[in-house]
């Protein structure tokens, strides 16, 4: 029985930063819960060190991790950097996405227990009644059915989930707010509470907020009705410090205890953000280039103009004259055919960071675009992390969006670290501040 049958009821969010943190069911009392639970942050050094050095291992307890919607996995990524500080060795019970390509290189990379290539509609089936903060399942928990695999799944400790952000997308003109992909976000709800797991991360763009449907107040809504302490709210890359200005809306749960709020987690790990160049400095040997991460895009011969145009003048913006004949008269688009500032943090790369005329993606002091290696460690994906699918290299498009829809790994470093877990001191603890 939801605790909401008890009378209690989660109380909806204001504000985006002003986040909810109370108790809406008994969850009994935890002896290795500690209620200052955050990490401290990690300095930068540490940082050039993960996207540069040898991965990272751990011989501690294991700590299993699910990810669904998982795309290449730049949320579990960031989850195991966390655990991995905290002297844990995070396993991947399961993962899940519909993208078989983008499903491979998960696997290379996190070689998860259980890998499902299929879509949520499918693996998970249930009923939401009502809304927001009167959410809950129809008929219980016994009303979600759940895939047998996911079942016969070791359990995890941790949850994971980047539901499809395209619905929500400010990039999406024509069903914001309003698309039926935007309801498989309570698909992660019901997984976590059919199958009794403990911690839930759920990521998306600030956009959620501004759907039809209330799905994120509703998803927070049926956790809360089910026993978990919940804060939500938005994390930008940068103000704790990465050089990218990358906005990410989390819902953070756990019946282990009280997870950091987000306030909280922005003021622990608040720091001024790194210029672009930090991130762009020292790539390695291009060697057999695996997975194209470091051949420059084709472009046409007009865009290879208009780069260099920038590159002579040493301007920022494309002059209204060297941009195409549709924005001859003005645009208010005037970071397209842009280059970064150097001094400055990347903006948000989107799938189309190869494109100059897609946003403000041309290298900050070279005459291309970004390489993906590039816009790879700008989204904290380090230089062992192998996009490779097979033994060809993967599709450019593919890569493209793998890359452009990533999770900055810091995320998941800075919400992991917010949950009640045992904090044990690894080899790792000495790269902390």
């Known amino acids: 029985m939801p ?3 008890k009378g209690s009821r989660a109380q909806p969010n204001s504000d985006v930063l002003q986040t909810s943190s109370t108790n809406y069911s008994s969850v009994g009392t935890l002896p290795h819960m500690n209620e200052t639970h955050g ?3 990690r300095t930068f050094d540490s940082w050039m060190e993960f996207l540069t050095g040898p991965r990272r291992r751990s011989r501690g307890n294991e700590f299993r991790i699910a990810d669904v919607f998982c795309s290449v996995g730049g949320l579990t990524l960031g989850a195991s950097e966390a655990l991995i500080a905290q002297g844990l060795k995070p396993v991947v019970s399961f993962a899940s996405d519909l993208a078989p390509d983008a499903l491979a290189v998960y696997e290379k990379n996190f070689k998860p227990l259980v890998a499902i290539e299929g879509s949520m509609d499918d693996l998970v089936q249930m009923t939401v009644k009502g809304t927001g903060v009167n959410a809950t399942f129809k008929g219980d928990k016994g009303g979600i059915d759940v895939d047998s695999r996911l079942r016969r799944a070791p359990r995890p400790d941790l949850l994971l989930a980047g539901p499809p952000c395209q619905g ?19 698909k992660v709800p019901a997984l976590a509470i059919k199958l009794g797991i403990p911690n839930v991360i759920i990521e998306n763009v600030p956009g959620v907020l501004r759907d039809t449907n209330s799905v994120a107040v509703t998803a927070e809504g049926l956790l809360n009705n089910y026993g978990y302490r919940t804060t939500s709210g938005v994390i930008g890359a940068h103000k704790i410090g990465w050089p990218q200005t990358r906005q990410r809306f989390f819902l953070i749960a756990s019946k282990w205890g009280r997870p950091e709020s987000i306030p909280q987690i922005l003021a622990r790990n608040y720091a001024t953000a790194r210029p672009v160049l930090w991130a762009l400095g020292g790539l390695p040997a291009k060697r057999d280039d695996e997975a194209g991460m470091q051949t420059p895009p084709n472009l046409s011969d007009e865009n290879k103009r208009r780069i260099q145009v920038l590159e002579d003048s040493g301007a920022l913006n494309m002059p209204l004259e060297e941009r195409p004949p549709s924005h001859s008269s003005g645009t208010t688009y005037m970071a397209n055919y842009g280059r970064m500032d150097p001094d400055k943090p990347a903006p948000t790369l989107t ?8 946003g403000r993606f041309i290298h900050p002091t070279k005459p291309r675009t970004l ?6 460690r700008i989204q904290g994906f380090p230089d062992w992390f192998s996009f490779q699918t097979g033994d060809e290299q993967p599709p450019r498009a593919a890569l493209n969006t793998w890359l452009g829809n990533a999770v900055p790994s810091i995320l998941g470093f800075v919400t992991v670290s917010a949950l009640p877990l045992r904090r044990t001191k690894s080899r790792w603890w000495s790269l902390l501040r």
Not at 177 to 184: A, E, G, H, M, T
Not at 371 to 376: G, S
């Open 351 to 358: 799938t189309g960071y190869a494109t100059p005329g897609r």
């Open 371 to 376: 390489l993906p290696r590039e816009a790879a």
């Open 3 to 5: 605790a909401s049958a």
């Open 39 to 41: 990490l401290p942050p």
């Open 168 to 186: 929500h997308s400010m990039l999406n003109n024509h069903t914001r707010y309003d698309d039926p992909r935007n309801q498989l976000y309570l």
